[in-house]
């Protein structure tokens, strides 16, 4: 059946409405500052690397402590973006009044993800789901298997040379994610084509269509079968090592987790999906960072490496001598910061409505429902707390005085 120009000006007029609509904030959010949406959309539809386009064009809004909160169009919405330590430090104490939003059911990363995990599970469901993965961190510190897996790297990587870092990294925290907490060998260091990473790697890259990211009702209006049909088999691979788990318990996170009668399946699966993605793509970030700054600063890794020498000594690492390694420390936190391998925390909403106040006074009046991100990687970046943001600089977390504490408690990750 063919359309007639008619109905095809109607389909466009009404798509035009949708996308003015989608595209305007809503009247009782236009009183805070706005991201410009012609630069942000370029952004999105060019693919740029979404730590640039936060140091491009939200970053500026945190100039010299101007702004601690600013509006930016992003999943089919306007969202409010947190970017100052302060107001994070608030939000996060006050979880009752700032529960974790529900998330969009059209929105692919949720069919693979799930909703019931202790990242998005709020109440008395992410009690329950803290104190089970607590227990089962708490009961095992597999420093020995991590310790297997660095000489099996080390062998792959032989004398040197021209290595692929970033690569050899996301393989190896495959394999540490698969024996410490699945307590399953994806043979990810050895073997360059391991089917489990390939289809991982094609499910978020189907995920991430920068079209289906700025207007998620696509999903509904022409969905993507042959994305729905990868996330699908990728969660049904995870199944399977739940399955096999089961069956064959051991040391290890999923093992001690399996031990808790009030878990369910969908559970367990979606709580493996986000270890899998927390504990590879994250980890591997933090190590391709740390060891591109310590390379381009040889003094920095000359200091590094006696001290790790030092505290080791001939032994195998224990917990105790890695607490005598200040330096190192330092520099991984600062890796952290610099190159923050989790950009946003999950969107929080109030069904009240709330008052923001940031650390030089200024407050944002929000509405009930309010989807509020903190931003990370801008506050990580804010030149308000940390002089010279861009630089790498371990001595940030050297000594620090009551101001820097206080700052760096504010983030989840440092």
Wanted: glycine content about 4%.
């Amino acid at each position: 059946m063919s359309l007639s120009w008619p109905a095809i000006a109607g389909v466009f007029a009404l798509l035009s409405v949708y996308v003015v609509r989608a595209l305007t904030p809503p009247p009782n959010l236009r009183h805070l500052p706005k991201v410009p949406l012609i630069p942000l959309l370029w952004s999105y539809f060019s693919g740029e690397v979404e730590d640039v386009r936060i140091k491009r064009l939200i970053l500026p809004f945190a100039k010299e402590g101007t702004e601690g909160a600013v509006l930016v169009y992003a999943f089919g919405r306007w969202i409010v973006h947190v970017i100052d330590h302060k107001i994070v430090k608030d939000l996060s104490a006050n979880i009752a009044l700032w529960p974790k939003e529900e998330p969009q059911d059209e929105m692919l990363l949720w069919r693979f993800v799930g909703k019931t995990n202790v990242i998005l599970s709020n109440g008395m469901n992410w009690q329950r789901h803290s104190r089970v993965v607590r227990s089962a961190l708490g009961r095992t510190i597999p420093i020995a298997d991590f310790v297997l897996l660095s000489k099996k790297l080390f062998s792959v990587m032989g004398s040197g040379g021209r290595l692929v870092w970033d690569d050899l990294t996301m393989r190896f925290t495959l394999d540490a994610v698969g024996a410490t907490t699945f307590g399953h060998d994806f043979q990810a260091i050895t073997d360059v084509n391991s089917p489990f990473v390939k289809d991982y790697n094609r499910v978020m890259d189907g995920i991430a269509s920068p079209l289906y990211i700025v207007f998620p009702k696509l999903e509904t209006w022409i969905p993507r079968h042959s994305v729905v049909k990868k996330i699908d088999a990728l969660v049904s691979m995870f199944g399977d090592l739940l399955e096999a788990k089961k069956n064959n318990m051991a040391n290890d996170m999923l093992s001690y987790m399996l031990e808790d009668p009030e878990m369910t399946d969908t559970d367990f699966r979606d709580n493996m999906v986000v270890f899998f993605i927390a504990g590879h793509d994250t980890s591997a970030g933090a190590m391709s960072s740390l060891v591109y700054y310590l390379a381009k600063d040889q003094d920095m890794q000359a200091q590094a490496r006696a001290e790790v020498l030092a505290a080791l000594g001939d032994d195998d690492p224990d917990a105790q001598n890695m607490r005598n390694m200040p330096f190192t420390q330092a520099c991984i936190r600062e890796a952290l910061r610099i190159n923050t391998p989790i950009t946003y925390m999950v969107p929080r909403a109030s069904a009240e409505p709330a008052l923001l106040t940031a650390a030089n006074g200024k407050t944002y009046f929000l509405p009930p429902h309010t989807s509020v991100i903190l931003n990370i990687c801008a506050i990580h970046h804010n030149d308000t707390y940390w002089p010279n943001p861009h630089t790498f600089d371990p001595s940030r977390f050297m000594g620090q005085s009551a101001a820097d504490k206080d700052r760096i408690d504010a983030s989840p990750w440092l």
